[in-house]
């Protein structure tokens, strides 16, 4: 009887496969980002508490900011961390990708978590975030398996060209570990 109830408890207290799915996805794009302590990051899209839970922590220094459209996702995100937000170390506004709400050259990186095919525009959404991004800057986008359908599906090849005509370089595709799971691309903000 006690094992029945040890194995309920584990049950109830575990995270959900959804969730677990995210947390391993934040997990690979923060690595990919190669988050460092004073880093100004700025994430695209509120796509749940996993990046803020995961990411903040290794701002020791830095800050992270985020912007979306809907309001309540933009509340709910200040509202994950009280302290951070009041010491201005998490800041998340309401905003589209194709006029991003923050000044130029203002942010070390920039993420976003399986959103690029929602853009309305992704080559505008490109300058964007290049207008945000420090020169040698770093974006990581997370584009989702065919099997996840999130907006559009676009293809990696075609983010790249986009991305290169937006004045990024040094591209890289990191496969995905599983079907389930989606690819990350890289890239870094050309200096000029």
Known sequence: ??????????????????????????????????????????????????????????????????????????????????????????????????????????????FALDTVGTWLSIPKGLQEISRVLLPLGRVVFSLPPASRKVGENVPPAEIRGLLQDAGFENMEVLAAPNADASVIITAQKTFS
């Open 1 to 110: 009887m006690f094992d029945f109830m040890k194995k309920k408890k584990a049950e109830e207290t575990a995270p959900a496969p959804l969730q677990r799915s995210q947390d391993e996805l934040v997990e690979r794009v923060a690595e990919a980002l190669g988050v460092s302590d004073d880093d100004t990051i700025l994430q695209v899209g509120y796509g749940g508490d996993a990046a803020i839970r995961q990411i903040l922590p290794l701002l020791t220094q830095g800050r992270l900011a985020g912007i979306d459209r809907d309001a309540n996702k933009v509340r709910q995100a200040n509202e994950l961390s009280p302290e951070a937000f009041r010491s201005f170390r998490l800041e998340f506004k309401e905003g589209v990708v194709s006029r991003i709400p923050f000044p130029n050259e203002h942010f070390s990186k920039v």
